[in-house]
């Protein structure tokens, strides 16, 4: 326990000061006052001190803390206080937050008696950083019965919440942002998808359009009747999500980096991949490969996604595929369909991305997601006000011209590709995805 002064001793010092002025003209009685205060002050001081070390004793506190919570949303913090003694506690709780928590201080009054033992007191956060965050310790400030000093003593209460994308952590933020585009996401249901799939599906009656090539005739003549054989496409493929967290994934965009987008729509296509009765998996980077998890599929594989992918963070560092392009080589044998999350700046480092995504796509179907820089777009329509602002303006064109270039060789090469707003990634990347998956590339 560590004290402090209190009100009571504040005020004392407060006269004391005043009574060594009066000392100018009365200098007996400012001795006597003095030292009357300096005792009583004493006095005061020791009872409180041995006071507030029993209130220590006698008082716990306990928080409650939700294990996920989604990014930027509030949340609720829970602080339940307890005295076993019979003496009036008053004073006040602060609990250390993380430091991108909102808000970062706050102080909570509480006062525990007899008839009233147990205080719950209460607070809404918002984090919008995704990762694992932690809360403690627990710090409580107690007033003395006379006032005279403060005791202040951390409870170690350590406790952390996963932030997760919002979308991912709040149903209500998944429907209204991804619309009816991917309302498939809501069916509990693996939805049929007739098509030019060899899977056998059902059999069914002839009607005028099917394919004549199709009918089943030992089950035609058992009914004596036209009958066809149905077929979807196939499931139980595998998609691999790449994501790139390197520096260019850094850039900040209008909710949150582009690596926060990346990573929202990385798990919505998970999702939208897992419940058309696809395994899923994910991989992240930027000079070296951050994270990997092989296609999975099952009930937990959704938390294994979010798991993998929740902290994902921007190092700063360059990107280069080749680790994961040897990963992906080495532990990805299997025909798959990969999404790689990333950008792209200029022609040749477009050139090393086209020369492992050509050699993957030998064995696979790539689809490139490029996330655009915001601010790139703002200094276009900014008008020209000086010299500088010319050059900008210059360099920015530059910029986007090789830009494009860049995409144009990926597209050229015969890799998919998705240009979009960071923001406005999902429902193309989505929409991509099922008609990719309707054509029966796998």
Not at 91 to 98: C, F, I, T
Request: net charge positive.
């Amino acid at each position: 326990m560590t004290v402090r002064p209190g009100v009571n001793l504040v005020r004392a010092a407060a006269g004391l000061f005043a009574i060594s002025i009066l000392g100018l003209w009365l200098p007996t009685a400012a001795l006597v006052g003095g030292i009357v205060i300096a005792l009583g002050s004493a006095v005061c001081c020791f009872i409180d001190f041995r006071r507030l070390r029993v209130q220590f004793d006698g008082v716990s506190v306990d928080r409650r803390l939700p294990q996920v919570a989604g990014r930027d949303l509030a949340f609720p913090v829970e602080w339940t206080l307890r005295s076993r003694g019979d003496a009036a506690v008053r004073g006040s709780l602060r609990d250390e937050s993380p430091a991108t928590g909102d808000p970062r201080l706050a102080l909570h009054r509480f006062e525990l008696s007899e008839s009233r033992p147990q205080a719950i007191l209460e607070q809404t956060y918002r984090i919008p950083v995704r990762g694992r965050h932690t809360f403690g310790p627990v710090w409580i400030r107690i007033e003395g019965p006379l006032r005279f000093l403060e005791g202040q003593r951390a409870f170690e209460r350590p406790g952390a919440i996963r932030v997760l994308p919002e979308q991912y952590a709040s149903r209500d933020e998944l429907i209204k942002d991804t619309g009816a585009e991917i309302a498939l996401l809501d069916k509990i249901v693996y939805s049929r998808q007739h098509g030019a799939g060899n899977e056998f599906e059902s059999l069914d009656e002839y009607r005028q359009g099917d394919d004549p090539r199709r009918i089943d005739w030992r089950t035609t003549a058992r009914y004596g009747r036209p009958i066809i054989r149905r077929y979807q496409i196939e499931r139980h493929r595998d998609v691999m999500i790449v994501i790139d967290c390197g520096r260019l994934m850094g850039t900040d965009s209008d909710r949150g980096s582009k690596l926060d987008c990346a990573v929202d729509s990385a798990l919505l296509l998970g999702r939208v991949a897992l419940q058309s009765g696809d395994r899923c998996g994910l991989g992240m980077f930027d000079d070296r490969v951050r994270g990997y998890l092989p296609p999975i599929a099952g009930p937990a594989a959704m938390n294994a996604l979010a798991d993998c992918v929740y902290d994902a963070r921007v190092a700063w560092r360059e990107s280069d595929f080749t680790p994961m392009f040897a990963t992906l080589q080495r532990r990805q044998a299997k025909r798959s369909l990969l999404v790689i999350l990333s950008d792209v700046v200029d022609a040749e480092t477009s050139e090393l991305f086209r020369t492992s995504l050509l050699q993957l796509q030998r064995r696979h179907v790539v689809l490139f997601a490029a996330l655009r820089t915001p601010q790139l777009g703002r200094i276009i329509e900014e008008p020209i006000g000086s010299m500088l602002d010319g050059a900008r303006k210059a360099v920015t064109f530059r910029l986007l011209r090789e830009r494009e270039q860049a995409l144009h060789s990926l597209h050229r090469g015969g890799i998919y590709v998705v240009d979009v707003e960071p923001k406005q990634l999902t429902a193309p990347l989505v929409n991509q995805f099922i008609e990719l998956r309707q054509r029966n590339l796998l």
